[in-house]
């Protein structure tokens, strides 16, 4: 069975930095587009960020500034995502998911097959 264990969640200030990790098993890794999705407190889930197979393609949404960074290591099946200069609206729960489409770096959930239990960031002001 395929399985997305994710970590690297936690606390911290405005302005710091988190590192959120994301391991796999169960399915070839290297196949899959992996994303970060998050969803805050009563809205919908939205896009963070999207890499492709071989690592070579990225994609990020908006609101990331410049400031997060996707990668992956397909040889430890592991995705991460660097998030610096955090701020309070960055407060939600990320998650880890992984695609098999042909659709390249895909936004949209619904092309996502497997997903991570999911790890609560919390930015204070």
């Known amino acids: 069975q395929v399985q997305l264990v994710e970590s690297g969640g936690g606390l911290v200030q405005a302005g710091g930095s988190l590192t959120l990790s994301c391991a796999g098993s169960?399915?070839?890794?290297?196949?899959?587009?992996m994303g970060w999705f998050r969803q805050a407190p009563g809205k919908e889930r939205e896009f963070v960020a999207s890499?492709?197979?071989?690592?070579?393609?990225?994609k990020y949404a908006d609101f990331v500034k410049g400031r997060f960074t996707i990668s992956r290591d397909n040889a430890k099946s592991t995705v991460n995502l660097r998030m610096n200069s955090l701020q309070p609206e960055d407060t939600a729960v990320y998650y880890c998911?992984?695609?098999?489409?042909?659709?390249?770096?895909?936004?949209?959930?619904?092309?996502?097959?497997?997903w991570g239990r999911g790890t609560q960031v919390t930015v204070s002001s």
């Open positions: 998911a992984a695609s098999n489409s042909r659709v390249v770096l895909s936004t949209t959930p619904g092309l996502y097959n497997y």
């Open positions: 890499i492709g197979r071989s690592a070579g393609r990225t």
């Open positions: 169960g399915l070839t890794f290297s196949t899959y587009n």
